[in-house]
Protein backbone atom coordinates (compact mmCIF):
# COMPACT_ATOMS: atom_id res chain seq x y z
CA UNK A 1 0.00 0.00 0.00
CA UNK A 2 3.06 2.57 0.89
CA UNK A 3 4.31 1.62 -2.74
CA UNK A 4 0.99 2.73 -4.53
CA UNK A 5 0.86 5.72 -2.62
CA UNK A 6 4.54 6.94 -3.27
CA UNK A 7 3.20 6.07 -6.98
CA UNK A 8 0.50 8.52 -6.39
CA UNK A 9 2.73 11.19 -5.30
CA UNK A 10 5.24 11.17 -8.11
CA UNK A 11 2.63 10.64 -10.84
CA UNK A 12 0.55 13.73 -9.26
CA UNK A 13 3.45 16.01 -9.33
CA UNK A 14 4.71 15.06 -12.95
CA UNK A 15 1.42 15.69 -13.70
CA UNK A 16 1.64 18.90 -11.74
CA UNK A 17 4.45 20.10 -13.13
CA UNK A 18 3.36 18.84 -16.63
CA UNK A 19 0.88 21.29 -16.50
CA UNK A 20 2.99 24.29 -15.26
CA UNK A 21 5.53 23.83 -17.87
CA UNK A 22 3.51 23.52 -20.71
CA UNK A 23 1.04 26.44 -20.10
CA UNK A 24 1.09 29.69 -21.51
CA UNK A 25 0.88 32.20 -18.85
CA UNK A 26 -2.76 33.67 -19.71
CA UNK A 27 -2.23 36.65 -17.10
CA UNK A 28 0.46 37.95 -19.64
CA UNK A 29 -0.77 37.37 -23.25
CA UNK A 30 -4.94 38.20 -22.60
CA UNK A 31 -4.48 41.51 -21.49
CA UNK A 32 -2.32 42.25 -24.18
CA UNK A 33 -4.92 40.48 -27.00
CA UNK A 34 -8.27 42.53 -25.55
CA UNK A 35 -5.98 45.75 -25.33
CA UNK A 36 -5.57 45.39 -29.12
CA UNK A 37 -9.14 45.30 -29.85
CA UNK A 38 -9.84 48.35 -28.14
CA UNK A 39 -10.23 51.58 -29.52
CA UNK A 40 -7.76 54.01 -27.98
CA UNK A 41 -9.35 57.56 -29.71
CA UNK A 42 -12.58 56.11 -27.64
CA UNK A 43 -13.30 57.70 -23.97
CA UNK A 44 -14.64 54.87 -22.30
CA UNK A 45 -17.34 55.07 -19.35
CA UNK A 46 -16.48 53.00 -15.36
CA UNK A 47 -18.87 50.17 -16.40
CA UNK A 48 -17.72 50.09 -19.68
CA UNK A 49 -13.99 49.85 -18.26
CA UNK A 50 -15.54 47.24 -15.58
CA UNK A 51 -17.14 45.36 -18.14
CA UNK A 52 -13.87 44.86 -20.54
CA UNK A 53 -12.04 44.17 -17.11
CA UNK A 54 -14.60 41.20 -16.09
CA UNK A 55 -14.00 39.90 -19.78
CA UNK A 56 -10.05 39.55 -18.95
CA UNK A 57 -10.46 38.02 -16.02
CA UNK A 58 -13.10 35.60 -17.29
CA UNK A 59 -10.69 34.65 -20.19
CA UNK A 60 -7.73 34.36 -17.77
CA UNK A 61 -9.98 32.18 -15.59
CA UNK A 62 -11.20 29.81 -18.46
CA UNK A 63 -7.64 29.34 -20.05
CA UNK A 64 -6.02 28.23 -16.62
CA UNK A 65 -5.41 24.43 -16.32
CA UNK A 66 -7.09 22.78 -13.24
CA UNK A 67 -4.62 22.21 -11.07
CA UNK A 68 -6.79 20.38 -8.15
CA UNK A 69 -6.77 17.54 -10.06
CA UNK A 70 -3.11 16.00 -9.51
CA UNK A 71 -3.01 17.91 -6.29
CA UNK A 72 -5.65 15.22 -5.14
CA UNK A 73 -4.09 12.68 -6.58
CA UNK A 74 -1.07 13.37 -4.51
CA UNK A 75 -3.30 13.63 -1.22
CA UNK A 76 -4.45 10.34 -1.74
CA UNK A 77 -1.16 9.35 -2.35
CA UNK A 78 0.15 10.61 0.75
CA UNK A 79 -2.65 9.51 2.80
CA UNK A 80 -2.21 5.70 1.79
CA UNK A 81 1.04 6.72 2.65
CA UNK A 82 0.60 7.45 6.47
CA UNK A 83 -2.17 4.78 6.98
CA UNK A 84 0.14 2.38 5.51
CA UNK A 85 2.79 3.84 8.21
CA UNK A 86 0.59 3.64 10.83
CA UNK A 87 -0.64 0.11 10.54
CA UNK A 88 3.21 -0.62 10.33
CA UNK A 89 3.70 0.72 13.75
CA UNK A 90 0.59 -0.70 15.07
CA UNK A 91 1.86 -3.89 14.11
CA UNK A 92 5.59 -3.18 15.35
CA UNK A 93 3.62 -2.63 19.26
CA UNK A 94 1.25 -5.74 19.24
CA UNK A 95 4.19 -7.78 18.28
CA UNK A 96 6.40 -6.02 21.18
CA UNK A 97 3.39 -6.90 23.55
CA UNK A 98 3.11 -10.18 23.45
CA UNK A 99 6.93 -10.71 23.59
Known amino acids: MKEIGLI ?5 YLWFWGLAMNHDPPA ?16 YTAEE ?3 HLSQVGMTIHEQSPLHILPATVMLAGTILILISS ?9 NNECA
Open 49 to 51: VGK
Open 86 to 94: QSQWTRRDS
Open 8 to 12: LVGVG
Open 28 to 43: KIVPIQHAATLDRTTT
